[in-house]
T-cell receptor, first 117, second 117 residues
Framework: DTEVTQTPKHLVMGMTNKKSLKCEQHMGHRAMYWYKQKAKKPPELMFVYSYEKLSINESVPSRFSPECPNSSLLNLHLHALQPEDSALYLC????????????????FGPGTRLTVL | DQQVKQNSPSLSVQEGRISILNCDYTNSMFDYFLWYKKYPAEGPTFLISISSIKDKNEDGRFTVFLNKSAKHLSLHIVPSQPGDSAVYFCAASTLKFSGAGSYQLTFGKGTKLSVIP
């Protein structure tokens, strides 16, 4: 089973709203990722969690706040977003147990389609 | 600077024939390469990967070839089927650990494959 689930599937929010995206995996993976993808572009890495600790923040604005409550869950808290933040937000996970970087495979969830009005 | 390049934005192939998708990279530190398939408004689905110690990896109808000296890889799909119509992303990772057990993927811009019945 290589399933990563994401909720909600679609989200429409105003610029003053606070909302959260949720990601879950039960594969025992220890690395989890948030990506943002705009139409006709490749996924752009936002955050990486390794063993529930934030290891990479790709200079993402503070209106995006990640959280990893446990090894199976990853949240992305959204506040005061801009219309240009509208995109497909993808979560991914990888085993994170290989002894050598670059031999893990990342498995993606279906994404949350976010629209900011 | 684009480190992973997919120079063909689109490709059309007749059903039953071979589809060849190409990918070039510039970073000689990349040591693991992956292909993902993506339908609109869905997350990328992992297809096949190859480590830099190999020059070929096969999985059913999908074969990936790696030419390290040319910094080039290709994905062959034989025979192509209408259900293969999607955007295909090439991705690569480096030896550098981003944090214990995690690594960063660099994606190409994707090639849209259309398989004509």
């Amino acid at each position: 089973d290589t399933e990563v689930t994401q909720t909600p599937k679609h989200l429409v929010m105003g610029m003053t709203n606070k909302k959260s995206l949720k990601c879950e995996q039960h594969m025992g993976h220890r690395a989890m990722y948030w990506y943002k993808q705009k139409a006709k572009k490749p996924p752009e890495l936002m955050f990486v969690y390794s063993y529930e600790k934030l290891s990479i923040n790709e200079s993402v604005p503070s209106r995006f706040s990640p959280e990893c409550p446990n090894s199976s869950l990853l949240n992305l808290h959204l506040h005061a977003l801009q219309p240009e933040d509208s995109a497909l937000y993808l979560c991914a996970s990888s085993p994170g147990t290989s002894g050598r970087a670059g031999t893990d495979t990342q498995y993606f969830g279906p994404g949350t389609r976010l629209t900011v009005l | 600077d684009q480190q992973v390049k997919q120079n063909s934005p689109s490709l059309s192939v007749q059903e039953g024939r071979i589809s060849i998708l190409n990918c070039d990279y510039t970073n000689s530190m990349f040591d693991y390469f992956l292909w993902y398939k993506k339908y609109p408004a869905e997350g990328p689905t992992f297809l096949i990967s190859i480590s830099s110690i190999k020059d070929k990896n096969e999985d059913g109808r999908f074969t990936v070839f790696l030419n390290k000296s040319a910094k080039h890889l290709s994905l062959h799909i034989v025979p192509s089927q209408p259900g293969d119509s999607a955007v295909y992303f090439c991705a690569a990772s480096t030896l550098k650990f981003s944090g214990a057990g995690s690594y960063q993927l660099t994606f190409g811009k994707g090639t849209k494959l259309s398989v004509i019945p």
